[in-house]
């Protein structure tokens, strides 16, 4: 039985206030329509995908999918005039006897695989399914202004989306509720014509859905702090005779990437200052690449780990030391990525970058350190963006306290296990750069 996305984007936005619908607004990078539609093409529980779009800007809908190539959107619908008949269009598009139905709000850019996963497990055993998450605040019931009732909070859940039915069901609730405008949603219908038991499945509060312009604000933050989960089912065999260069590459992190690389029959190169190049010069990372390419003729991946890790308060160093600091971090990222490109244009190749827990926020004592892999975060954000033309993907490896040299001269010893271990941020790294992944940032922890 096939999985089918449906996703509403036809709404005018009117909450919203703005000159065009909130679904073409771009936030970090994309717009809310994209960055949903992806989503679903990244999941492996989904078949194939409906767009029910906004017929006036139907065109902007066309442009964005020649754009982005998709490989799951298989319809592109012009909506009705309210949600109930946008739904009903994605619904009935469908000339299967049977199938699950996955509907969600594009407002909702979000939306994790996991829930998808649980939904698509859930209508195994139920025939409707909803999403939705506890109240964490109390609910009351207000008559003119005056406190109603206060019904009890345990028993209430905020509903989200996507909500999930077999398609005969689905279809059914909306053919009885033709002549019927009283609806809120499509778990709605089956809960008012008793039609089948909705299971819940447990939605996620970053599943926020954007209606007012602050919202926004509120996406635009979470996708600069949002992270990925690396693909750990991913084989490394895929990494057998490319060729990958990383630029610290003879110590901590880097070594044990070069390390794994090379077990797993990949070609690899290490530069470092121990090796004669320097980060932060442009010319020397431009040297040693074309070095690689003249004895390889193609380069696949390109990897910087080289860092430093400086502690002291600002106004207590001197600033070439600070100088130091963003050179080697920051500058040296973009030395890196801009000297790649060219080489990574031929193969459609990958870029993998390193941040820290810190840059989320930045720490007392290590105010350079932390704003600099804040500024690798958005660095690569931005690029992922310029370079999607060029099919060549950036990623951020984002491990927690890791155990390398550079942190035991910063912190010295410290307890048995309390550290990761560098070999699990290898391999992380290299299904990364083997995934299709772009523009995100991801998370290694002991317990992932």
Known sequence: MKNYGIILASGSGSRYSSDIPKQFIKIAGKTVLEHTIEIFEKSNNIDATILVITPDYRHIAENLLLKNNYKKVVKLLNGGATRKESSYIGITSINDDEANVIIHDCARPFLSEKIIDNCVKALQHYDAVDVAIPSADTIIKVHDNIIDSIPDRSELQRGQTPQCF?????????????????????CGLI?????????????????????????????????????SVYPESTSLAGIKDKVIVIFGGTSGIGQCIFDLGKQSGAKVFAASSRTGCDITSYTDICNYLESVYQKTNRID?????????????????????????????????????????????????????????????????????????????????????????????????????????????????????????PEKVAEASLKTLLSDLTGQVIDVRRDS
């Open 166 to 186: 077999k398609l005969s069901l689905i279809k059914k609730a909306h053919e009885l509720s033709k002549n019927d405008n009283n609806f809120t949603d499509d």
């Open 301 to 421: 991946y390109v990897i910087n780990s080289a860092g430093i890790l400086t502690m002291g308060k600002l106004l207590d160093r001197e600033i070439d030391d600070i100088k130091k600091d963003i050179e080697i971090n920051y500058i040296g990222a973009i030395n890196v990525a801009k000297a790649s490109i060219p080489y990574l244009q031929k193969t459609k190749g990958g870029i993998l970058l390193f941040a820290s827990s810190s840059y989320t926020r930045g720490r007392a004592l290590y105010s350079t350190y932390s704003s600099t892999k804040a500024g690798i975060v958005n660095l690569s954000q931005a690029l992922a963006e310029e370079l999607s033309g060029d099919k060549i993907r950036i990623n951020v490896i984002n491990p927690e306290r890791t155990a390398t040299p550079m942190r035991f001269k910063a912190f010295g010893k410290e307890p048995d296990g309390s550290l990761l271990e």
């Open 191 to 227: 809960v008012k014509y008793n039609l089948a038991k909705v299971f819940v499945v447990e939605g996620s509060g970053e599943n926020i859905k954007i209606t007012y312009p602050e919202d926004i604000f509120m996406a635009d933050r979470l996708f600069q702090i949002r992270s």
